[in-house]
């Protein structure tokens, strides 16, 4: 049930742009890398690149990505959208929205999505999207579209530090899921993002990602650019930056940062 192949993935997949090409390696750096380096030299919109085990996972800010062998998914698309560099911002919630439809379809979870790109369960890490993009001029060149879920990851096995903070689909059911399951799911839901953004129709992503984020409204605590920022969460514009009402009454848009508390604060 756990095994990755190629047949497996492609058996009624049902998709027409994502999965036209996939390619299955037993180890890797990073999928982002090597999906980096095939757009580079011509790769396919649609093309995807999985992996069983991560030697170098990648995550936000140059930060590791725990990678074990056999229990999670770890995978990269090529996306060439037709649109320009300004408008690309919209990817990142598009693909979150895309990996918590996934997975709430494939466990019956329901997953918070935390701005600006992880996956909690029960508040604690269950995925993690690293987008990586190359322009030519104003126009996109390509996007690698990074997804990494812990599926069957057994939390005794992983460092100790990482215990209170990270959890698997099979920590929150009792049981293993298939991951090809997931994964095709996954491809299915990122095609039908993609097609709703490249449709235009970005204020829908928006919509599902507050939907998803049950952040609106909350009070958020989080560290941009060496400033400690406090603030009531308004929702994500189009570019994809926060929006929130500080104390003051000003409203602020952070465009980059990590939140270190959420929730109904005082």
């Known amino acids: 049930m756990n095994a990755l192949s190629r047949q497996s993935i492609k058996a009624h997949l049902g998709t027409e742009i994502i999965g036209k090409r996939i390619h299955l390696f037993d180890a890797l750096d990073s999928t982002n890398s090597e999906a980096y380096r095939m757009a580079l030299r011509g790769g396919e919109e649609g093309e ?3 992996t069983d085990r991560q030697l170098r996972g990648k995550g936000r800010m140059g930060r590791s990505w725990l990678s074990p062998p056999g229990v999670n998914l770890y995978v990269s698309i090529i996306l060439r959208p037709p649109i320009a560099a300004r408008s690309a911002p919209l990817i ?3 693909a979150a929205v895309a990996t918590a439809k996934a997975t709430k379809g ?3 979870l329901q997953p918070r999505i935390k701005w600006p790109n992880d996956l909690l369960i029960n508040e604690k890490k269950v995925a993690g999207l690293l987008n990586e993009m190359r322009c030519k001029g104003d126009a996109v060149d390509f996007v690698v579209l990074g997804i990494g879920i812990n599926v069957n990851m057994i939390l005794a096995t992983v460092p100790e530090g990482l215990r209170s903070i990270a959890t698997s689909l099979r920590e929150e059911l009792g049981h293993d899921i298939s991951r090809v399951a997931l ?7 990122v095609e039908g993002e993609y097609r709703t953004l490249l449709a235009g129709n970005g204020k829908h992503i928006l919509r599902q990602w507050e939907e998803f984020s049950q952040m609106v409204g909350k009070v958020v605590e989080m560290s941009s650019f ?3 920022i406090r ?3 308004k929702g994500i514009d189009s570019d994809g930056a926060l929006l929130l009402s500080a104390p003051d009454g000003s409203e602020r848009k952070v465009i980059a940062g990590d939140i270190s508390r959420w929730g109904d604060l005082p």
């Open 183 to 189: 994964l095709k799911a996954l491809l299915r839901e």
């Open 226 to 228: 060496n400033e400690v």
């Open 106 to 108: 494939i466990s019956g």
């Open 48 to 50: 995807v690149v999985v």
């Open 231 to 233: 603030g009531r969460v």
């Open 92 to 94: 990142t919630p598009m």
